[in-house]
C-alpha cells in the first residue's frame, strides 16, 4: 500500500509544524495548507486520505470549506480541530460528514490515535466498496475470499456456471457456504432468469418429501384434495439445490436417480412423465463415500450427482480469509444497527486467527453479529469476543498449512515478517524507533518495511 497522505489546514504555523513533525515521524506524508484556497488546490492535485482542519480559519468560514472539500473529494475523511469553547460547531461538522473532532491543545497520542482509526476507516471502507464491486463475482450476494484454495473454488464456480446441465456435488462442513456456492453457479448461468428452488432433504417429513418434491395428483391420498406441482417442476429452466443430500430416504433416493437419468417427474398418483430441464446441484456435510460403505447411500446415485465435485475448504484452512470476512460483517452490522465499528484491535484479530471455527462462516457471522448488537466499538476488542475464542491459545507462529504452500515461499514469508513488524510496534506503542531496536534493524528498514505491508 501507498504511504497515506494527511492534509493539515491551519492558520497557526506552529499547529501545522507540530502535526507535521509527530506525523512525518509516524511514516505519513504530510501536507500543509494555511488556508482554505491552498487546501482545496491541495485535494485537488493530490490524493489526500485524510484531512485535519481547523474550523476557525481567520475570516474563513470553516463549515463552508468542509462542504467544499467533501465536494472536491467525498471520499476525503476530515477530522476536526477545534478550541475551547466551540464544541457546538465541531457537532455542526459532524453533522455534515466530518469523521471525528479534537479539542486544542492536543498530545501527540492523541493525535496518533485519532489519524490511526480514521484511516483505518478509510480501509476498510476500501476494501468493502471493492468487494461490493467484484461483488465477488458479481452476484447480490458476495462470495467473498481471497486464499489460493478459496479461488480455486470461485474459478470451479465460473466454469460449471457456464455448462448448464452439469449436475454439481457440492461438499464441506457445514456453515462453509454451500448454499450460497450453489446460488452463485445459478446466478452467473443461464438460468439466472428461472427459479432457483433450495430443498433441506433432512428437515421435510419423509412422507411428505416425496410429494414435495414431485407434487401430487388429485386424490392421490388421503388428504390430496387438489393437484400439486412438485419443487422439481417449479424449478424446470431453473436450478434445484438438493441441500443435505446424504439424508435423503432410500426410496426417494431411488427416484431422484431416475430424474436424473430420464429428465422427467411423475407425480404421486400420476401415469404421466413429466419432462423437466433442469440443474441438479447437491450438497451434504457428510462422508457420502462411507454412507455407500454402510448401506445408507445409493452407490449409483453418487455418481450421477458428483459429475462436478466442489469442495469448499473449511474457515480455518483459509487464513486471513476469516479477517476479511469478519471486517465485511463487522461494517454490515455496525451499518445495520447504527454502530460505530470502524476496525479490529490487532490481539482481537489473532485471536479469530487462531480459533479453528468449527461451525465455519454461519458461526464468525452470528459472533459478528452478535458483537454489533451488545458493544459500541470504534474497535472490536479481545474482550468482546465469546469465551470459545479466549480459551483458544494464539498461535504465535503460523502452523504450515496447504494455503502457505500455495502462497509459495516468498509471500508466505512476507507475511510472517509483516506479523512480525505489527508485533514490535505493538510492543513499542507504535514508536518507530523503539521497535526497530526490538527487530534489531535500523529504522529506516523499518520504516521501509512499513511503507511495504501499510501499516
Ligand atoms: N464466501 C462467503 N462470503 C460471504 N458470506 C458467506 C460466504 N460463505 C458463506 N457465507 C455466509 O455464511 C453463512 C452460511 O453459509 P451457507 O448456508 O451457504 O453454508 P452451508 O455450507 O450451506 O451450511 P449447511 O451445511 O449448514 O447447510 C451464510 O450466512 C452465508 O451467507
Request: hydrophobic letters at 40%; glycine letters at 8%; aromatic letters at 6%.
Amino acid at each position: 500500500m501507498l504511504t497515506e497522505t494527511i492534509l493539515i489546514i491551519d492558520d497557526e504555523s506552529f499547529i501545522r509544524e507540530n502535526v507535521q513533525r509527530i506525523l512525518s515521524e509516524d511514516g505519513y506524508r504530510v501536507l500543509e495548507a494555511s488556508n482554505g484556497s491552498e487546501a482545496l488546490e491541495l485535494v485537488g492535485s493530490n490524493e489526500v486520505d485524510l484531512a485535519l482542519l481547523d474550523l476557525n480559519l481567520g475570516p474563513e468560514n470553516g463549515l463552508d470549506l468542509l462542504g467544499a472539500l467533501k465536494e472536491a473529494n467525498p471520499d476525503l475523511l476530515v477530522i476536526i480541530i477545534t478550541g475551547y469553547g466551540s464544541v457546538e460547531t465541531a457537532v455542526d461538522a459532524l453533522k455534515l460528514g466530518a469523521f471525528d473532532y479534537m479539542k486544542k491543545p492536543f498530545k501527540a497520542d492523541a493525535l496518533r490515535v485519532i489519524v490511526k482509526l480514521a484511516l483505518q476507516t478509510q480501509e476498510l471502507k476500501r476494501e468493502v466498496r471493492g468487494l461490493r464491486r467484484s461483488g465477488a463475482l458479481g452476484l447480490d450476494v458476495p462470495l467473498l475470499g481471497e486464499s489460493p484454495c478459496f479461488r480455486q473454488v470461485l474459478d470451479q464456480v465460473r466454469e460449471v456456471a457456464r455448462i448448464p446441465t452439469a449436475t454439481v456435488l457440492i461438499t464441506g462442513e457445514s456453515g462453509t457456504g454451500k448454499e450460497l456456492v450453489a446460488r452463485a453457479i445459478h446466478s452467473l448461468s443461464d438460468r439466472k432468469e428461472h427459479p432457483f428452488v433450495a430443498v433441506n432433504c433432512a428437515s421435510i417429513p419423509t412422507e411428505l418429501m416425496e410429494s414435495e418434491l414431485f407434487g401430487h395428483e388429485k386424490g392421490a391420498f388421503t388428504g390430496a384434495a387438489s393437484r400439486k406441482t412438485g419443487l422439481f417442476e417449479e424449478a424446470h429452466n431453473g436450478t434445484i439445490f438438493l441441500d443435505e443430500i446424504g439424508d435423503m430416504y432410500a426410496s426417494l433416493q431411488a427416484k431422484l436417480l431416475r430424474v436424473l437419468q430420464e429428465r422427467t417427474v411423475r407425480r404421486v398418483g400420476g401415469s404421466k412423465d413429466l419432462p423437466v430441464d433442469l440443474r441438479v446441484i447437491a450438497a451434504t456435510n457428510r462422508d457420502l463415500r462411507q454412507r455407500i460403505h454402510i448401506g445408507t447411500f445409493r452407490e449409483d446415485l453418487f455418481y450421477r450427482l458428483n459429475v462436478v465435485p466442489l469442495h469448499l475448504p473449511p474457515l480455518r484452512e483459509r487464513g486471513t480469509d476469516i479477517l476479511l470476512l469478519a471486517k465485511y460483517f463487522l461494517s454490515h452490522f455496525s451499518q445495520a444497527f447504527g454502530k460505530s465499528f470502524k476496525g479490529i484491535e490487532p490481539a482481537a484479530e489473532q485471536m479469530l486467527l487462531s480459533y479453528p471455527w468449527p461451525g465455519n462462516i454461519r458461526e464468525l457471522r452470528n459472533i459478528i453479529e452478535r458483537i454489533c448488537i451488545m458493544a459500541h466499538g470504534p474497535l472490536l476488542l479481545p474482550s468482546h469476543l465469546p469465551p470459545e475464542l479466549h480459551q483458544h491459545p494464539v498461535r504465535q507462529t503460523s502452523s504450515i498449512t496447504d494455503d502457505n504452500l500455495l502462497q509459495g515461499l516468498e509471500i508466505s514469508v512476507a507475511n510472517y515478517e509483516k506479523q512480525l513488524v505489527v508485533s514490535a510496534l505493538e510492543r513499542a506503542d507504535g514508536n518507530v524507533v523503539k521497535a526497530s531496536l526490538i527487530l534489531k534493524i535500523p529504522r529506516g528498514t523499518l520504516r521501509y518495511k512499513m511503507e511495504k505491508y501499510g501499516l
